[in-house]
Each structure stands twice: as C-alpha cells, then as structure tokens.
C-alpha cells in the first residue's frame, strides 16, 4: 500500500511517533542516514511562495543521499493545465517520492490517488502536517513528551496550522485549545475528527473565546499569520483578530515554563509581538530547523513503509 501523508491523521499516533523518534534519532547523527544514495529523486513542486518548506526540503533530500527536484508547477505543463492525474503519472516512473504545496485539498488529494509512490503535503490551503511535525519534535525536545501537555493557538482558527495543530497535537496526546473569535473558527468536520482521535490519545480539544482564560495551564503558545496565502481582506481581518494577539499579557497567562512557537513568516505587531517572538521562551528558531529533521524522517518513513507493503 501506498503511504501518503497529506493530513496530520495520515499517520496514527504510534506511526507519528516512530516518525518522531527517526526525527530525534536523524538530528543527532545529522549526515549519518543515506537511505536515499543512489540518489533516489524527490520532486518537490510549488504552487505557493515558500523560504523554509523549500530550503529544508532540498537541504533534507540531499543529505538522506539523494536528489531534490524543486520545480515552480507553475512554470511545468501543470501551470498550462496539465492534469494533476497525468503529472502523477509522469512523475511516479521517476521519483521515489512526491512533495507538493498547493492550494485545495482536493489537489493534492488527486495526486495521492494516481500516484504509486508517496506524496507529501508540504502546505494545502487546509493543513500543513509537516509544520506539526517540527512542532512536536520541538516539544519533546523541550518537555521530552507531547502527551498531557496544553497547546493554544491564538487567531486564525480556520486556517491550515489550526486544522493541522487539532489533528497532530491531538494525535500526540496534547490538548488542543483554539482561541479564536466567531468567523475564525476551525471547520467543524475537522474539530470533530480531532476530538475522536483526543478520545483514543486521552487529550481533548477545545475551542474558547477568551484569551486569557486560553491561556491557563497552557504549555505551548502558538499563532500563525492572520492572512494566510491566497486569502484577502487584511483590514478586515487585522480588525478582528487584534484582541488575539500573541503578547506578554497572554504569556504571562500561560503556564510559566510555557514556550512559544510560529511557523514563520512571523509579522511582529500583528498575530504576535516583537517581544514575544524575539523572547527567551521563543523556540521559533529550533521550530524552523526542525523542519528539515521531521521531513527527513516522514519522507524516509513513507517511501519504506510503501516499498515493504506493495
Ligand atoms: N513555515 C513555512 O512553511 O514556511 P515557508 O512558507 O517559508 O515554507
Ligand atoms: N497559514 C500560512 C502558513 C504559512 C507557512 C499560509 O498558508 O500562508
């Protein structure tokens, strides 16, 4: 069987954390896992403007010994309307893997569906599952577990890193807070899956209204742009997520070991502070190279977990 890993619930929680220990076990012997020499290639296509996604991604399939493809889809025959169905098909003859950011879910999902070889989501307009991944790997890295922790994400509730913190965290065993106000609050669908996965996991998910009292017993704080890629209507939505705002008042709220976390691009003065950001308990660096440590690993996992199951 083909894996993929298009939503963070792609993978179970034992499978999520295999993935991680190989993320914990590839960062401490950083060029010693060459199971890609060959090279074995990796198309990694973009759709979206990208900085971490790309770098980590080229930099990671060069050092698991193999190729990185990155291609710009919209200067491919997909830019021209090519079918997605019919790049799969062109692609799989030649890569070990396929690594896509793209706009719907419905896209990448079609891709997955005429594809032998793994594909990856490296950012949808619905999730960002390779995000989550970093994330948790720089959670256990500073609790040394995810399960029993808090996770509040502050914001944009609807956006790809909510739907994905819900899905993962829950999937980690953290409990999920979204605090976020009415109109930007998760898909109920996917809040409705997180909770079924938190039942199995023992955490919980929630969505609150109040920042502060979001912020109680809270062990990661966490936010996200406020204008995702493709999304319009700044002012409108600056206005509303103002009082959602990452800043020290929020984090003094918080548990006081709390760290913080954004995926980045961060815009300091908008969903997060300067201060907060650029802090001591900032782990938003660590959080960006992680990147390249979880990707290594999902992406080695995937492509052997399909080649011992087809
Ligand atoms: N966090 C993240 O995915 O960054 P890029 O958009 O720069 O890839
Ligand atoms: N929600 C953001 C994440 C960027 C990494 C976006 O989709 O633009």
Request: aromatic residues 6%; contains cysteine.
């Amino acid at each position: 069987m083909t894996r993929h890993f298009l939503r963070d619930d792609d993978l179970s929680p034992a499978e999520q954390a295999e993935v991680l220990d190989l993320a914990a076990a590839m960062k401490k012997d950083r060029y010693g896992h060459r199971p890609f020499a060959g090279p074995q290639t990796v198309a990694v296509l973009f759709d979206k403007h990208s900085t971490r996604t790309r770098v980590s991604f080229a930099v990671g399939i060069g050092e698991l010994g193999g190729l990185p493809l990155v291609i710009d889809a919209g200067s491919s025959q997909l830019g021209r309307g090519e079918s997605v169905e019919d790049t799969a098909r062109v692609l799989e003859r030649q890569v070990a893997a396929i690594v896509w950011r793209t706009f719907g879910q419905d896209r990448i999902e079609a891709m997955a569906s005429a594809s032998s070889v793994p594909v990856v989501n490296a950012l949808t307009d619905d999730f960002h599952p390779c995000q989550i991944l970093a994330d948790l790997q720089t959670v256990r890295e500073q609790f040394g577990a995810t399960a029993g922790l808090t996770l509040t994400y502050y914001g944009d509730g609807a956006n790809n890193m909510a739907h994905s913190y819900l899905l993962g965290g829950a999937t980690a065993g953290m409990n999920v807070r979204i605090c976020a106000p009415e109109g930007y609050r998760p898909d109920p669908a996917i809040l409705a899956r997180a909770a079924e996965i938190a039942a199995e996991t023992g955490a919980e998910v929630s969505v609150v209204g109040d920042p502060l009292e979001a912020a109680a017993g809270t062990h990661v704080v966490t936010t996200d742009t406020w204008v995702s890629m493709g999304q319009d209507g700044k002012d409108e939505r600056v206005a509303a997520l103002m009082p959602y705002q990452v800043n020290a008042a929020v984090l003094a709220a918080a548990d006081p070991g709390a760290i913080v976390l954004h995926c980045l691009p961060a815009y300091r003065g908008l969903e997060i502070s300067a201060e907060v950001l650029d802090g001591p308990q900032s782990r938003v660096w660590d959080e960006a190279e992680n990147r390249l440590h979880a990707q290594k690993a999902v992406l080695h996992w995937l492509v052997t977990r399909t080649r011992e199951t087809t």
